[in-house]
């Protein structure tokens, strides 16, 4: 090894060290976890090692219904995210005047509390003894009948659930998205205007390819981040997630530990590994997918 190797080492070392510490030894622990049958969180100890944990995980009603609502929420809120974020982004880009200051009020909701601005959301769709709630005025003006968002029909809170989480993250893809318009050569424009392209040709054929990757950025986190939801169900639906249908599946971990159920770090680690499984899974998807349809 050469001296320029080692230098090399000398400068990662820290950030190794970093991800040793808090990355791959907090897996290794979780897994050893989840292969612990029978563990008693009190004494440390446990009476045999296989894989019943992930064999009740994987039978748990209340985790079944968690893997339910955490696909639902993702396969909902990214695709319909990014989509919008792109819309406006093209918008923004479009206009000139007071670009800076819209840009600057799509992304407050990002900046804002989570668990202010889903009050905020338990105020626009909760029914009260006193009022339905201001959805339901506008719903009723136009003939139709109240719906208890909040603590009614499942399909209602989780159209709430996933309207709440398109509005939190799209700010930041509206930000990256703007950002990576801006980025685009304007030369392919002039030449595109040149031979009298038509817009949507234009947007097919240059716009999409040049922020293909900034595009496949935000799936990839967006995926991620939506499989870690938890917060957001919280502000809407309070703490019994489970008693009210709409419990995530790392809102299971939380339970296991901390919960009224708590106390079962195995039965957490468990869920916790077949999460992660689900995560890499798709995630390796999405790599394979953006080798034919990413231009870097």
């Not at 005047?97 to 600057?104: G, I």
């Amino acid at each position: 090894m050469n001296s320029n190797n080692k230098k090399a080492w000398l400068y990662l070392l820290p950030a190794l060290l970093f991800l040793i510490a808090f990355l791959v030894y907090p897996l290794i622990d979780v897994l050893i976890y989840s292969m612990e049958e029978g563990f008693n969180f009190a004494s440390q100890t446990y009476f045999g090692v296989g894989g019943y944990n992930f064999s009740y995980v994987l039978h748990d009603p209340y985790f079944l219904q968690a893997v339910r609502n955490t696909f639902i929420l993702v396969f909902i809120t990214v695709p319909v995210s990014t989509v919008l974020a792109l819309l406006i982004s093209l918008g923004l880009s479009s206009i000139k005047a007071l670009r800076d200051l819209y840009q600057t009020i799509y992304f407050l909701p990002y900046v804002t509390n989570t668990l202010a601005v889903g009050l905020v959301f338990m105020i626009l769709f909760q029914k009260t003894e006193y009022t339905d709630g201001l959805v339901n005025m506008v719903i009723n003006l136009f003939g139709g009948n109240s719906v208890d968002f909040i603590d009614g029909p499942y399909w209602a809170k989780m159209f709430v659930l996933c309207f709440y989480t398109v509005w939190v993250v799209m700010p930041f893809k509206i930000l990256v998205l703007t950002s990576a318009l801006a980025s685009v050569n304007q030369d392919y424009y002039k030449a595109a205007r040149v031979d009298g392209t038509p817009k949507l040709r234009v947007f097919t054929k240059i716009t999409l390819p040049m922020i293909s990757p900034m595009i496949f950025y935000l799936v990839i986190t967006g995926f991620i981040g939506a499989f870690k939801a938890y917060s957001d169900a919280v502000a809407l639906f309070g703490t019994d997630l489970n008693a009210a249908g709409m419990n995530t599946i790392v809102g299971y971990v939380y339970d296991m530990l901390y919960g009224d159920s708590g106390g079962y770090p195995s039965y957490a680690s468990a869920a916790a590994i077949i999460l992660f499984a689900i995560v890499l899974t798709i995630t390796c998807i999405n790599l394979l997918v953006s080798r034919k349809k990413v231009q870097y």
